[in-house]
């Protein structure tokens, strides 16, 4: 389990969260949960567990409001002095939303297999700098090769998006290009701190094999140096700016989502999207995002100009009133690519690790149904499988 501890705080939180669930097993082996009136398998519970493990639990309303784990600084509009927020207020369900959630939902059976029709890629060593070239490695992991570099989003090679590794959302295919095959990694781009977007152990092997750092927001690096002791990490604010060299910078931008890896650390590091610019080109990467009020996409659109490509979430959003607080559906994707106005979306985020209620291949049937009703040329906004590449012109 990728969370030992480094400092009090985490080895707290870490402490609190391995008995609550442990708590939760057992009561999983009665099969039953007294006063609901409903049988429930131990098979549900497990799921419900692995769903705790990715929403960070209910730990802050169960056991009151913890000293921030990871991050000290000032108040700003999204930080209080102990938490992150969003500044519209939106915000994740508590612990009730949770349980009606996993007891009451109906849930769509994914298959044990969901193989990519594209094989696994086996990237280039290096582009051109004024080539840009994506590959889909799974979920919210992508590689970018863009402006010379090698630049690896969100990357999750282990089998589960999990803190256990028994339990939790497994993955149903293969990552779109073997560990083995990545070619040498120049940088990290870490959008937030749910598993299935920061795998600790993937970032341990890049850091060793490669000398990959790490650009992430406020708070991450203090649990990605608790699992990877001495990683260079570059953490920074909403609307910073790292430079990088040879003319390509990472922008910070605000995304509508938020925190947590284990039952006492909800909002205690930040969640953002990147812009990542290169002297030609300007690719717009969402991990996740909330739709809210579409603000976030209309200001990225309107601070960067043209941008040529958007990464955008397409998954995990049924049912609507508990996810629509955290994740887009498709409809609302399509609305976000028109709102920041890039020329083509890629969507990922869905068919690898079911989190959510909607079967394995409804984020692109719905993706497609949204383009066509809309009249948007499906071309311009490509649902993306593992394996799959996209080279910008
Ligand atoms: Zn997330």
């Known amino acids: 389990m990728p969370c030992p501890a480094s400092s009090p705080n985490r080895e707290g939180a870490g402490a ?22 409903m049988a429930m398998t131990r098979r549900r519970l497990m799921k419900l567990l692995g ?11 169960l056991f009151g409001r913890s000293a921030n784990a990871y991050y000290a600084g000032p108040i ?17 369900k508590g612990p009730m939303a ?82 083995e095959d990545l070619p040498p990694i120049d940088l990290v781009l870490v959008t937030h701190n749910h598993y299935d977007h920061l795998d600790t152990g993937v970032i341990g092997r890049l850091w060793q094999r490669d000398g990959a750092g790490v650009i992430t927001p406020l708070g991450n690096d203090t ?43 909800r909002r205690h590091a930040l969640w953002a999207s990147f812009v990542i610019e290169t002297p030609q ?18 200001r990225v659109g309107e601070k960067h100009g043209r941008l040529d490509l958007a990464l955008l979430p397409i998954g995990a959003y049924e049912p609507r009133w508990m996810m629509s607080s955290s994740h887009m559906d498709p409809t609302e994707s399509l609305q976000a690519l028109q709102l920041c106005g890039a020329k083509a979306a890629l969507g990922h985020h869905w068919g690898t690790f079911q ?32 394996g799959q590449v996209h080279d910008l012109a």
């Not at 930080?79 to 939106?90: A, L």
């Not at 066509?372 to 490509?382: D, I």
């Open 98 to 179: 949770l349980l009606r959630w996993q007891l009451l939902e109906p849930r769509a059976k994914w298959p044990e297999a969901f193989p990519s029709p594209f094989p696994q890629a086996k990237p280039e060593t290096r582009l051109a700098p004024g080539k840009v070239r994506v590959t889909h490695v799974g979920h919210a992991s992508f590689l970018v090769q863009a402006g010379g570099r090698n630049i690896l989003i969100d990357p999750v090679w282990s089998k589960r998006a999990s803190p256990l590794k028994a339990v939790g959302p497994k993955r149903v295919n293969a990552p779109g290009i073997s560990f």
């Open 16 to 37: 609190t969260f391995v008995f609550a669930l442990c708590d939760l097993y057992m009561l999983a082996r009665t099969d039953s949960i007294a006063g609901t009136g």
């Open 281 to 298: 080109h300007k690719i717009y990467c969402v991990g996740d995002s909330a739709f809210a009020d579409g603000k976030v996409f209309r």
């Open 223 to 265: 649990i990605i140096r608790g699992d990877v002791p001495g990683i260079t990490i570059a953490t920074r604010d909403w609307h910073d700016v790292v430079d990088v060299g040879d003319g390509l910078r990472i922008h910070f931008e605000p995304t509508v989502h938020w925190s947590a890896r284990g039952m006492r650390d």
């Open 51 to 61: 769903a705790g493990a990715l929403l960070g639990g209910a730990g802050t309303m």
């Open 355 to 386: 989190l959510t209620n909607e079967a394995v291949d409804a984020p692109r049937a719905d993706l497609a149904a949204a383009c066509a009703e809309q009249g948007v040329p499906a071309e311009r906004f490509t649902a993306m499988h593992p």
């Open 76 to 92: 700003t509009d999204h930080f209080d002095g102990t938490v992150f927020f969003n500044p519209d207020g939106t915000g994740p």
